[in-house]
């Protein structure tokens, strides 16, 4: 840190603790100039804002939770006109919504509690969205009850780390992981049950015309439904638009359900299928026999129940794979010039995505590359094949392709999830089975 950053830090240190309101309205005066001063920045720098900009908008975050605590210690809530510590929030924040109120406050409160200080820690230091905070204690509420004495802050501290490096949807898949490992028998399975009774599906015509669609799938036909859009949701390049599809995410995932009703309504009771909606999901051979406890998990990250999982084999071929430490394929046992289906379900459960650096599409929208071209002498093999969407199409000279293979700086939570997952069953809460 140089001499100057140093000075602006205590200097910045002094305003804070003395007029953090003054500070604050400085700051954001200040950051109110800076769409207006981005011309300034080379086009390297605007990485480096983005990051900080997500670092702030998380401590921001944080810092309410913060508030809410001295505020109710020391008795401003109670002595304001104020209902509840939510009414007063939402009294002096313009701007925040009343849902977003009322789990600052629930963080705060829980955060408050001596048997949850692994999540206090973090979100006193701002590593973690308060959304994000409350998925992981929710989780941890559905299974610390089968939890044995002294490894319910272990389980915190894993679905603590989850909420600081993955999304909200791992947090999730990490919770459900864990009542598949430490809930009664069939705990998993009965909870999908559960919730397929919740699975509801609205069409309400609009007075312009459209129709709206409504609804939410349990987890089971969640995953049909997504190995279904997925491919045909891909986007589609377009010279015309500098090689990128115009189509918005949800324009696409509309045009694909569309699309995939009108081919099953023309192929009548013969629906037809194709290699990139079929469903890849990993689990422990032991956990698919017995179906009693575990989870397998989908390349979405979905977590479902053996008894799923078998349901879903009844209608799709199974295709065993030797899987590494770190639960990558290591064999599939096959060699032929073109990919064959056992092959692309390797090859998605190991890159999960196009391989090109700094690129998140999934694997239903990639294609299989030989690294080395099969008319040069490359094979057909795990080591030789790696996924490319189609707007990172490999280059056509000399058949050699170096950006291709494993990737080494996979896209972000794309493998980390899933070593997360694995690390569950080698902490031993599985031996609590």
Not at 92 to 97: M, R, Y
Not at 126 to 147: D, I, N, P, Y
Request: positive net charge; hydrophobic residues 40%; glycine residues 8%.
């Amino acid at each position: 840190m140089s001499v100057l950053s140093r000075k602006l830090e205590h200097m910045f240190e002094n305003i804070a603790v003395e007029c953090p309101v003054g500070f604050l309205a400085a700051v954001t005066e200040l950051l109110a100039k800076l769409p207006a001063e981005l011309w300034r920045t080379g086009n390297d720098g605007f990485a480096g804002i983005a990051a900080g900009v997500d670092a702030l908008s998380v401590q921001l975050d944080c810092a309410r939770v913060g508030l809410v605590q001295e505020a109710q210690s020391r008795g401003v809530v109670s002595e304001s006109s104020s209902a509840s510590s939510t009414d007063w929030l939402l009294a002096h924040s313009d701007h925040l919504e009343p849902a977003d109120a009322a789990r600052t406050v629930d963080v705060a409160r829980l955060c408050m509690l001596p048997k949850n200080q692994v999540m206090a820690v973090a979100v006193a230091g701002g590593t973690l969205t308060v959304r994000k905070a409350m998925t992981a204690l929710r989780q941890l509420g559905q299974v610390e009850h089968a939890l044995e004495p002294g490894r319910r802050e272990e389980a915190l501290a894993s679905l603590t780390l989850m909420a600081q490096t993955g999304y909200d949807r791992h947090v999730i898949a990490v919770g459900r992981t864990l009542m598949a490992l430490v809930g009664a028998d069939r705990s998993l399975e009965n909870n999908e049950k559960a919730l397929s009774t919740l699975s509801s599906l609205r069409l309400c015509p609009l007075a312009n015309g459209m129709v709206a669609i409504r609804g939410q799938l349990d987890p089971e036909s969640g995953a049909v439904l997504t190995a279904a859009l997925d491919p045909l949701s891909a986007p589609t390049p377009c010279e015309a638009n500098g090689g990128r599809d115009p189509r918005q995410a949800d324009r696409r995932r509309a045009d694909a359900l569309v699309e995939l009703c009108r081919r099953a309504t023309a192929a009548g009771g013969a629906a037809p299928t194709t290699t990139k909606a079929q469903i890849v999901v990993t689990i422990d051979y032991d956990r698919l026999l017995g179906a009693v406890r575990g989870s397998g998990t989908t390349l979405a990250g979905q977590v479902l129940s053996p008894q799923s999982v078998r349901k879903l084999a009844c209608d799709a071929s199974l295709i065993p794979m030797v899987l590494g430490s770190q639960s990558q394929p290591l064999d599939v046992g096959r060699t032929k010039r073109l990919v064959t289906p056992a092959l692309l379900a390797a090859l998605w459960a190991r890159d999960k995505g196009c391989t090109f650096p700094g690129c998140g599409r999934p694997p239903q929208w990639s294609d299989a590359h030989h690294v080395r071209h099969w008319i040069d002498g490359g094979t057909t093999s795990l080591l030789n094949l790696a996924l490319l969407c189609g707007y990172h199409p490999p280059p056509r000279s000399a058949g050699r392709y170096p950006h291709l293979g494993p990737p080494t700086r996979p896209h972000r939570c794309r493998h980390r999830t899933r070593r997360h997952l694995a690390n569950l069953t080698c902490q031993g809460f599985a031996s609590q089975t």
